[in-house]
């Protein structure tokens, strides 16, 4: 069973956990590198997604995806996904036909070293003790300049549950209205078996990934933002 705690799981978890982060490190080192180079964002972002395969490949997940059809890989989106687990971020980094770079925590930022590769890669910093919006406005012009997707778990964090979400909040509506992108629905199933909230055990096993039709946002206004937010909500929450 997928979900369930065995002696294998806990053995690879125990060995591979710690070299994995080690691995990390020399990801980030590499990353760090990749900017005295030419063309050395194009090679920081091959780093990056080579990174998540990495982390795939680690677990050992068989990951379905479905409605790539759906997506444009010369537009830039507003990628929406539910969150169940922790692993989303290698399997979406991994299986979206665009790159992706995610609303990340103003946190994360004060890390060193790491906090020098989210600058790099280009990821948006979102402070949420600052009401001033100039900041992030600026990161995602940036990503959008670069022909990058925004990546927002609309829930905030992980769920506790698949299939019971948390509320939605309005960013990634928001950001796509604002800028005229197109919101991408993405809903990720059994993730959250294998890896649920605050576990770290490394499950093998299958994740199903469905892109759903993207939302045009060209003829709204900010004022449908929470119309926008319980739409999405609604046809992520209908597919899983």
């Not at 997506?71 to 979206?96: A, G, K």
């Not at 990546?151 to 796509?176: C, D, Q």
């Not at 469905?210 to 319980?230: A, C, K, R």
């Amino acid at each position: 069973m997928e979900n369930k705690l065995t002696f294998l799981v806990i053995i690879k978890t125990l060995i591979l956990l710690p070299l994995f982060f080690c691995i990390l490190a020399l990801y980030c080192i590499a990353i760090l590198l990749c900017t005295i180079l030419p063309n050395g964002k194009n090679l920081a972002t091959k780093v990056y997604e080579l990174f998540a395969l990495t982390g795939v490949k680690f677990i050992g997940l068989n990951i379905k995806v479905q409605g790539e059809e759906y997506v444009d890989i010369d537009q830039s989106y507003v990628v929406v996904s539910n969150h169940p687990s922790t692993i989303d971020i290698f399997t979406h980094i991994h299986c979206l036909p665009v790159s992706i770079r995610f609303l990340t925590k103003a946190e994360l930022f004060k890390i060193p070293i790491f906090g020098s590769v989210l600058r790099i890669l280009g990821l948006p910093k979102v402070d949420r003790n600052k009401t001033d919006k100039t900041n992030i406005n600026k990161s995602i012009e940036e990503v959008v300049n670069n022909k990058y997707s925004i990546m927002v778990f609309s829930e905030g964090t992980r769920s506790r549950s698949e299939k019971n979400l948390l509320p939605f909040k309005k960013g990634a509506a928001w950001i796509a209205i604002n800028y005229k992108l197109p919101i991408l629905p993405v809903v990720t199933r059994n993730a959250g078996k294998l890896m649920p909230r605050g576990k770290v055990w490394l499950k093998s096993g299958n994740v199903d990934i469905e892109i759903l039709q993207p939302i045009d946002t060209h003829n709204m206004s900010l004022d449908e933002v929470g119309e926008l937010t319980s739409r999405v909500e609604d046809i992520i929450k209908s597919k899983i």
